[in-house]
């Protein structure tokens, strides 16, 4: 695709359940960055990948956080027992890995939504 | 720890005129890159100008353009000539390894 493509675009979970959220980088970008943004808030920084490793996860906000990519493209982030205070819009990024050079390209979000 | 600070929470201005947005940033690094980034309510990202530390000049970008003073780790947004479209969320952001965002500045151009 000509963008970063994330799915669901909107997900409502009951709290306690699991969520997997997607994230499809553009072809050939190597670097894939997870951004939470709650509302009215900036963009949180949780996790980056540079191919299939992720040297930066500090900002995961607790183990009930997880992400991984696979073949060094698709990456999900994965939360367990979701909790009220989840809820937010999660957004992905991919650059070439270059990130001195190449801007980030983001993806719409997934709005997440945990009643 | 690497920051951003955005002191505007919201501003508006009358289409035509001119805005200037404030962001300043703390780092111990000496190579990094600034960035200002547009989220109108579309929600998606869109990255409006960027500014290498190493240099000097200041970027622009049509009506958009930066004030970056390194000193003071100060690097503001001029927008001129607003227009409607210019309606958004502008987040500042500084990168090194990974982006680190500001909390935003809302911004409202009055017809």
């Known amino acids: 695709g000509a963008g970063v493509s994330q799915s669901p675009s909107n997900k409502v979970t009951e709290k306690g359940k699991d969520v997997e959220l997607r994230c499809d980088p553009i072809?050939?970008?190597?670097?894939l960055y997870w951004y939470r943004q709650s509302l009215g808030q900036g963009l949180e920084f949780l996790i980056y990948?540079?191919?299939?490793?992720?040297?930066?996860k500090s900002g995961l906000p607790s183990d009930r956080f997880s992400a991984e990519r696979t073949g060094g493209s698709v990456s999900t982030l994965t939360i367990q027992r979701t909790q009220q205070e989840d809820s937010a819009v999660y957004l992905c990024?991919?650059?070439?890995?270059?990130?001195?050079?190449?801007?980030?390209?983001f993806g719409n979000g997934t709005r997440l939504t945990v009643t | 720890a690497q920051t951003v600070t955005q002191s505007q929470p919201e501003m508006s201005v009358q289409e035509a005129e001119t805005v200037t947005l404030s962001c300043t940033y703390d780092t111990s690094e000496s190579n990094y890159y600034l960035f200002w980034y547009k989220q109108p309510p579309s929600r998606q990202m869109i990255l409006v100008i960027r500014?290498?530390?190493?240099?000097?000049q200041n970027a622009t970008e049509n009506r958009f353009s930066v004030n970056f003073q390194k000193a003071a780790k100060s690097f503001s947004l001029k927008i001129s000539d607003s227009q409607l479209g210019d309606t958004a969320m502008y987040f500042c952001?500084?990168?090194?390894?990974?982006?680190?965002f500001g909390k935003g500045t809302k911004l409202t151009v009055n017809p």
């Open positions: 990024a991919s650059t070439t890995g270059s990130v001195y050079n190449s801007p980030l390209h």
């Open positions: 500014q290498e530390a190493y240099k000097q």
């Open positions: 072809s050939g970008h190597t670097a």
């Open positions: 952001a500084f990168m090194t390894e990974k982006l680190v």
């Open positions: 990948f540079q191919g299939n490793s992720a040297p930066d």
